[in-house]
């Protein structure tokens, strides 16, 4: 069983000696030091300028309504998300930037010469049906000729 007992503290037993005239004004200039909270308390009215009162002043002010575990538990999930996003972007743009000067590197030299080899295709075709057209308009001359001259006719 538990036993309760009284404690009586010592500011309250001892006596208090009569404060004289210079005492008192002494005691008022003293009383700073003197106080029952630890909150800062001012009467000062610009402290109290809620118009002028940010949102970030207000959501500071809030932070001692949340436990310190809470906080604390807030904080880590906060800088976890952080950091995981922080690495992911830079792991993205270093992707990115890797691809697209592969792509340049081998992407540009590889299309110039598909273009170039087309190009060429395109000329032979034209070629051919320009003595398509000729072997039309003089059946039998383009053919002498190329015998002639040992070409094979396309």
């Known amino acids: 069983m538990v ?15 009569i404060p004289s005239k210079n005492d008192v004004l002494l005691a008022e200039e003293d009383d700073d030091d003197y106080t029952d909270t630890d ?22 002010a809030l932070k001692d309504i949340i436990p310190p575990q809470s906080r604390r538990r807030i904080t880590s999930s906060v800088s976890s998300v ?5 690495s992911s972007l830079l792991f993205s743009g270093k992707a990115l930037w890797i691809l697209s000067t592969s792509a340049f590197l081998l992407g540009v030299p590889w299309a110039l010469a598909y273009a170039e080899e087309e190009q060429i295709a395109q000329i032979e075709r034209e070629q051919g049906m320009i003595r398509g057209a000729n072997e039309m308009l003089t059946p039998g001359v383009t053919a002498a000729q190329d015998r002639k001259s040992g070409q094979p006719t396309l």
């Open 82 to 86: 952080t950091s995981f996003t922080r």
């Open 39 to 60: 909150s800062d308390i001012t009467t000062d009215d610009s402290a109290l300028d809620l118009e002028n009162e940010t949102l970030y002043e207000r959501i500071a």
């Open 3 to 17: 036993k309760l007992t009284e404690v009586e503290d010592e500011h309250f037993t001892s006596e208090k000696p």
